[in-house]
C-alpha cells in the first residue's frame, strides 16, 4: 500500500512511499490532523545516501507491527534534509541540545505547533547496546504527551526558546584584524595529522574550507610548513580509499585516520569544494597530480551525475545490492579478469590489492606506494607508468559499469548546482579546457530558466518539475557560480545576471531589524523560528556565502551598501572565527578577503579574441585568491555598470587589461607577460 509520499519528487522520500507507515510530507495537512486526533507528530529527517536511513527504514519503517504503533500513536512526517535544511537546522538544533549530539537518521517529537519535546537519531527495532528500542520510545514519548502534557509542553517551550538564542547572532564581538586570522590558523595547525594529513583522527573529514583557507595563509606569508601540511592532506585524500581510483571523485568521508576506508555515498557538494581546493593547490604547486584530480572529479561529475538539461544530480547511495561498498570493492581474480597478466600485477601492486583484502574480504583500491617507486620497481618511466595506469583504469571503469551501481539521487538542488557551477567554471578558465566552460554555461542556463518560479528561485528540480522556495544559500552559491563563469568565459550577461539575483537576495532575506541575513526569505512558511545558521558545516553556510560574494561584488559595481551589509555579517560571526574556528572554514576565507587589498582585474576586448583569451589566461594561471576579474567587449563595457571598465578602452586597437590595487592603478597592458609581472608585483 502507497502512503502519501507517492506524489514527492524526492528520490529519499519515494523511498518511503511504500512503507506500511503513513507518512506525512511536511505541510500544514499533516499538522492539521494533528491538532485534530490531538497527538503528536513524529518527525523522521534524512536523506538518500544516508547508510543508518536505510537501516532504520529496513528495521523499523518496513516492519509492520512498529508502523502500525507509529500510525496509532502520532502523525508521522518525512522529511528530506536536503530539500528541506530549514527544517532539518532548527531540529538539529533541538536534538543536540537535548542529547549533546546529532546525526541521520533524526527522530523528533513534536506538538502540533511543531515544538520538539523529545527527540534523537537512530533507534534500533529493539533494545540494544543501552539505546531504547524504537517500539519503547514510541510508547513511553506518547504516554508522556498524553498523560503529562504541562510538562512536555514545557520542555518544548525552553527548547524553542534556547533554538531562538542559538540562531540569535552573538552580540560579543571580536575586532576584524589579521588577529583574528593568525590566531584561527594556530588552531588549525594544533589539529592537523602530521603523519597522515588532514584535520582530527577518525573519522576523519576532507575540511575543503579549512585547507582553503590554509592556502590563503601561505599566499600572505609563504609558510613552508603550512603549504607541508597542506600538500599531505591533499596527497593523503588523492591516494586514499576515500578517493574513488577507478572512477574518479570522492567519497563523503573517510571511517579510519588513514584516509583508507571510506563511508561510500558520493556527494555533489562535497566533490565541487574538493575541484576548487585541488585547482587552487594546482596554481599554487603545479604538481600533476593535483591537475589529475581535478579532471578525474569532473569527468565523474560529467559521466554520472548530469542530467540531459544541464543539471547536476545530488549524490550516490553508499550502497548497492544492500551491502555497502560493494560496487566500488575489488579482488585480485576480477582485476585479472578484465587486464591482462603484467596490467594486472601492476594495478594490484599499485593499489594494494590482495587476496585478504582490507575491507570485508576485498580491496578498497589506494595507492599502496608512490608511483615514482613502482615505476623504478618495474623498469618503467613514469610518464609510461601514468599512461598505462590511466588505460587500465578505464578498462576497470568500463568492468565496474556491469555491476549493479548504487542508488543515484537525481534530484536538482540549486545550492549544490551553484557550487558545482563554478568548480566547472573555474576549472575550465584554469586548465584551458573550453568543454568544462560550455558544461558551466549549459548549468547556468538551466539554473536561470527552469530552476524559477514566477521570477523567484527555487530549491530543488526533479523530472521537469522546481518547487520550494529557494533558501538563502540557494541564491548565493548561485551568484558565486555566476561570477565565476563571467571570468571564465568573459560574457557579461553572467555578472548581470549575478547583481540581478543579489538585489532580490537583499530584499527576501536581509533582516533590516537585526541587522542580518535570514536563512529563509519573508515569503517563506512560519516556522517555530526563522532559522539562520552561520556555521560552515559540510558546505558554506548560506551566510557566510551571501557575505561572500557581496564583497566582491561591492569592488565590482561599487555599491557600498553590499559592503556594509557585508561587513555587518562579517561581525556577527566573528565570534565564531574566534572561538571555533575549524567550524568556519569559509567565514575565514571571507575575512581574509576584507582584510586583503584585493586587486581589481578588467579586460577589455573583443569576448573571443585571442588577444583577450591570453590575457584571461595569464589571470588565471596565477593563485589569486583575492582578486575580482571583470572583462567587456568595449562596446558593452559602459552598460556594464562597473567602474572597473568605466572609461577603459581597448590600447592601439588590442585588448587590454587594467589592475588597481587599494585606488593605486597601474598603466594598461596588452602584454600577457607584461600583465603577469603586474599580478604578482
Not at 514527492?8 to 518511503?16: A, I, K, N, V
Not at 547508510?51 to 518525512?78: G, P, Q, T
Not at 573517510?254 to 585541488?278: G, R
Not at 542556463?445 to 518560479?453: A, C, N
Request: glycine content about 8%; overall charge negative.
Amino acid at each position: 500500500m502507497q502512503n502519501r509520499l507517492i506524489h514527492e519528487t524526492s528520490p529519499y522520500l519515494l523511498q518511503h512511499a511504500n512503507n506500511p507507515v503513513d507518512w506525512h510530507p511536511w505541510g500544514e495537512e499533516a499538522f492539521g490532523i494533528a491538532r485534530d486526533r490531538n497527538v503528536p507528530i513524529l518527525l523522521s529527517v534524512g536523506y538518500s545516501a544516508c547508510h543508518w536511513c536505510h537501516v532504520m527504514e529496513r528495521e523499523s519503517f518496513e516492519n509492520d507491527e512498529i508502523a502500525a504503533l507509529m500510525n496509532e500513536l502520532y502523525v508521522c512526517i518525512k522529511v528530506d534534509r536536503e530539500e528541506r535544511p530549514d527544517v532539518d537546522s532548527i531540529y538539529m538544533s533541538a536534538v543536540q541540545q537535548m542529547t549533546g549530539q546529532g546525526g541521520w537518521p533524526m527522530t523528533v517529537m513534536l506538538t502540533p505547533a511543531g515544538e520538539p519535546f523529545y527527540g534523537g537519531t537512530y533507534f534500533p527495532p529493539a533494545d540494544r547496546g543501552g539505546m531504547p528500542g524504537f517500539p519503547r520510545v514510541l510508547q513511553a514519548m506518547s504516554d508522556v504527551y498524553r498523560d503529562n502534557r504541562n510538562e512536555a509542553q514545557k520542555v518544548a517551550t525552553q527548547l524553542v526558546e534556547r533554538i531562538r538564542q542559538i540562531v540569535t547572532p552573538a552580540e560579543d564581538e571580536e575586532e576584524l584584524n589579521l588577529g583574528l586570522l593568525d590566531a584561527a590558523a594556530i588552531a588549525v595547525n594544533d589539529q592537523v595529522d602530521d603523519v597522515h594529513g588532514g584535520v582530527g583522527a577518525a573519522p576523519k573529514f576532507p575540511q575543503p574550507m579549512i585547507w582553503e583557507f590554509m592556502l590563503r595563509r601561505h599566499a600572505r606569508n609563504g609558510s613552508a610548513s603550512v603549504m607541508g601540511a597542506i600538500e599531505l592532506a591533499l596527497d593523503g585524500m588523492a591516494r586514499g580509499g576515500i578517493y574513488d581510483q577507478v572512477g574518479g571523485g570522492f567519497h563523503r568521508y573517510s571511517t579510519d585516520q588513514t584516509w583508507l576506508v571510506p563511508h561510500f555515498e558520493k556527494m555533489l557538494y562535497d566533490n565541487a569544494l574538493l575541484v576548487k581546493l585541488y585547482l587552487h593547490a594546482y596554481q599554487v604547486t603545479g604538481k600533476r597530480e593535483h591537475h589529475r584530480i581535478v579532471e578525474e572529479t569532473l569527468d565523474y561529475v560529467r559521466r554520472e551525475m548530469t542530467s540531459p538539461e544541464g543539471g547536476f544530480y545530488s549524490a550516490q547511495d553508499a550502497d548497492s545490492e544492500g551491502v555497502e561498498g560493494k560496487y566500488f570493492v575489488w579482488s585480485p581474480e576480477e582485476i585479472v579478469d578484465v587486464l591482462d597478466e603484467d596490467r594486472a600485477r601492476l594495478v594490484n601492486r599499485l593499489y594494494g590489492v590482495t587476496a585478504e583484502g582490507n575491507f570485508e574480504g576485498k580491496t578498497i583500491l589506494h595507492e599502496a606506494m608512490p608511483r615514482d617507486a613502482l615505476a623504478d620497481e618495474l623498469g618503467l618511466s613514469r610518464e609510461r607508468l601514468d599512461a598505462d595506469v590511466a588505460d587500465s583504469k578505464r578498462k576497470l571503469l568500463e568492468a565496474r559499469r556491469q555491476r549493479v551501481a548504487p542508488l543515484r539521487d537525481d534530484k536538482v538542488l540549486t545550492e549544490w548546482n551553484g557550487l558545482m557551477l563554478r568548480a566547472f567554471a573555474e576549472a575550465g578558465a584554469v586548465l584551458s579546457s573550453p568543454e568544462y566552460v560550455d558544461i558551466a554555461r549549459t548549468n547556468a542556463s538551466f539554473l536561470l530558466g527552469s530552476m524559477r518560479e514566477n521570477g523567484r528561485l527555487m530549491r530543488t528540480y526533479k523530472n521537469g518539475v522546481a518547487k520550494l522556495l529557494g533558501y538563502l544559500a540557494d541564491y548565493a552559491s548561485l551568484i558565486d557560480g555566476l561570477i565565476a563563469l563571467h571570468e571564465a568565459d568573459l560574457d557579461p550577461r553572467w555578472l548581470t545576471e549575478a547583481v540581478a539575483l543579489t538585489g532580490e537576495m537583499l530584499a527576501l532575506f536581509w533582516d533590516d531589524a537585526s541587522g542580518q541575513f535570514y536563512d529563509t526569505g519573508t515569503d517563506h512558511e512560519q516556522l517555530v523560528v526563522r532559522p539562520r545558521d552561520a556555521v560552515d558545516n559540510a558546505l558554506p553556510s548560506g551566510v557566510s556565502m551571501a557575505t561572500d560574494v557581496m564583497l566582491r561584488l561591492a569592488v565590482v559595481t561599487g555599491n557600498r551598501e553590499y559592503e556594509t551589509k557585508a561587513v555587518a555579517s562579517l561581525r556577527s560571526a566573528s565570534y565564531l572565527m574566534s572561538y571555533h574556528p575549524t567550524a568556519v572554514g569559509h567565514w575565514l576565507c571571507v575575512l581574509d578577503f576584507h582584510l586583503s587589498r584585493p586587486k581589481e582585474i578588467a579586460i577589455i576586448g573583443r569576448q573571443e579574441a585571442d588577444d583577450t583569451r591570453k590575457l584571461a589566461e595569464t589571470v588565471f594561471g596565477v593563485y589569486l585568491p583575492n582578486r575580482v576579474l571583470v572583462s567587456a567587449d568595449p562596446d558593452v563595457a559602459e552598460r556594464l555598470e562597473s567602474p572597473l571598465t568605466s572609461d577603459r578602452p581597448m590600447v592601439d586597437n588590442k585588448a587590454a587589461a587594467y589592475v588597481c590595487e587599494n585606488y593605486i592603478c597601474h598603466l594598461p597592458v596588452t602584454d600577457p607577460n607584461r600583465l603577469a609581472r603586474q599580478l604578482v608585483g
